[in-house]
């Protein structure tokens, strides 16, 4: 998925946006098939970037939203904190902060999430 998305970097820079479009779209397709969830969340992430930086925004947002879904699914504390914290990052960089706020609120105040962040105590 990676190399796609650089692919796609080049196409566009390149001025050729109906590649561009089939190799992110390309891009879309290995990622929806990769099984670990981390891994996967962090490829829906990285495509969210890469279209962002296209201008597209709406599908921008569509990868973010797959990315937060498939983060969801994963059970190991620290993965699920550090997939969390990348998404935050790319968010604040996008401006989207703000739309996704309340939902990784609520994932961080989690109490399963008590060990990844143990300031909770101290927000509440």
């Not at 797959?66 to 190991?76: D, P």
Request: charge should be positive; hydrophobic fraction near 40%; include cysteine.
């Amino acid at each position: 998925s990676q190399a796609y998305n650089a692919i796609s970097k080049v196409l566009m820079v390149q001025g050729d946006k109906k590649d561009a479009k089939k190799v992110m779209k390309e891009s879309l397709r290995v990622a929806s098939e990769i099984t670990d969830y981390r891994d996967k969340s962090y490829a829906y992430s990285a495509i969210s970037k890469v279209l962002m930086e296209q201008g597209k925004m709406k599908e921008s947002q569509e990868a973010m939203k797959e990315s937060l879904s498939v983060a969801s699914e994963i059970t190991h504390a620290r993965s699920k904190s550090e997939a969390y914290s990348g998404i935050s990052k790319i968010l604040m960089e996008q401006g989207w902060v703000c739309l996704y706020a309340e939902k990784l609120l609520n994932v961080i105040m989690a109490p399963s999430m008590l060990r990844v962040f143990p300031m909770k105590a101290q927000l509440l």
